[in-house]
């Protein structure tokens, strides 16, 4: 019959009990990092999604600003413009012959093919507007195409009427110009724009 040495029995228990705390603290610790990676993993898939919506917004945002530019631009965009000139009058050189005078006027043509007036209209040459403007009619006599002017000079800045054309005057000039014409008009949605003899066409800043 085996006799239990009582005295080594606190010694077991604490062996059990440290290899069980041991277990525990293993355990616990593994759990941790279970929990800790699959955070990780939540909030790595929580960052891809929110970039995604980001990067989702910022297109939809782009492509919203897009098409309203490019309704901005509608009414804008059926402008036309064109500069020409015209000389002032013919003189006779030594010999008696016609030539054509040096001198001459600056013609810019505004057409508004659209169906919406155009509001503040100006054609600005350097600094200052050009101050003359008439409304003209296309007509087609029997020798081929001409210009025909139609009612009284008109003093810019202008309404023009849809499907209207309008040519402003400037001069008497001579030789070559240190600015180019352009034109200015507010559409009829209120918005401010610039329109040179290229069909360069950009937004004016408003005050």
């Known amino acids: 019959m085996s006799v ?32 800790i990676s699959e955070q990780q993993q939540f909030i790595a898939e929580q960052t891809a999604f929110m970039a995604e919506q ?4 910022v297109l939809e945002r782009a492509e919203l600003e897009a098409a309203l530019e490019e309704r901005r631009r509608e009414q804008a965009g059926q402008v036309r413009f064109e500069v020409s000139t015209y000389a002032l009058r ?13 001198e001459y006027h600056l013609h810019a043509h505004v057409r508004n093919e659209s169906r919406e007036p155009l509001h503040e209209v100006t054609v600005r040459l350097g600094e200052v507007d050009m101050p003359e403007a008439w409304e003209f009619k296309d007509i087609t006599p029997r020798y081929g195409p001409t210009m025909m002017r139609v009612g009284e000079d008109l003093v810019p800045p202008l309404l023009i009427a849809a499907e209207t054309n309008i040519t402003f005057r400037a001069g008497p000039f001579r030789g070559e110009l240190a600015d180019r014409p352009v034109l200015l008009f507010t559409d009829n949605d209120g918005l401010r724009w610039q329109l040179d003899e290229h069909g360069d066409l950009s937004r004016v800043a408003q005050p």
């Open 4 to 35: 239990i040495d009582w005295g080594d029995v606190p010694t077991w228990l604490g062996a059990v009990f440290a290899a069980g705390a041991a277990g525990a603290a293993v355990w616990t610790l593994a759990s941790q990092r279970r929990q």
């Open 54 to 57: 980001r990067q989702n917004l």
């Open 90 to 102: 013919d003189d006779i050189d030594d010999e008696g012959n016609y030539v054509e005078s040096e």
